[in-house]
Nanobody, 124 residues
Framework: QVQLVESGGGLVQPGGSLRLSCAAT????????IGWFRQAPGKEREGVSS????????FNTDSVKGRFTGSRDNAKNTVYLQMNSLKPEDTAVYYC?????????????????WGQGTQVTVSS
């Protein structure tokens, strides 16, 4: 059974940093594309970052470019999202996903397996 578990969310002041983790069980993440998504109240789920399974390269949505960085540790079967210079508009529940089906790395429809999400709140 595939299980993804996110952690690392919390409350942070504007300008602060958080590192989210996504640990997988029952499914090796080696060479698998991973997506990070977020959903704010009343809004659709949006793609934030995607990490290639082949070379570890990342693709970020414009609003987080230069601030968020995705990475992976295949030995730990875990992926990370380092979030710097956080803004109030980054407040959302953050999800990781895998089981990429194509159709675009930042589209929720492209992924099969999802974690339960972790809350990130950016507020003073």
């Amino acid at each position: 059974q595939v299980q993804l578990v996110e952690s690392g969310g919390g409350l942070v002041q504007p300008g602060g940093s958080l590192r989210l983790s996504c640990a997988a069980t029952g499914f090796p993440l080696d060479y698998k594309r991973i997506g990070w998504f977020r959903q704010a109240p009343g809004k659709e789920r949006e793609g934030v970052s995607s990490i290639s399974g082949s070379d570890g390269s990342t693709f970020n949505t414009d609003s987080v470019k230069g601030r968020f960085t995705g990475s992976r540790d295949n030995a730990k079967n875990t992926v990370y999202l380092q979030m710097n210079s956080l803004k109030p508009e980054d407040t959302a529940v953050y999800y990781c996903a895998t089981g990429y089906k194509g159709w675009g790395p930042l589209r929720p429809q492209s992924y099969t397996y999802w974690g339960q999400g972790t809350q990130v709140t950016v507020s003073s």
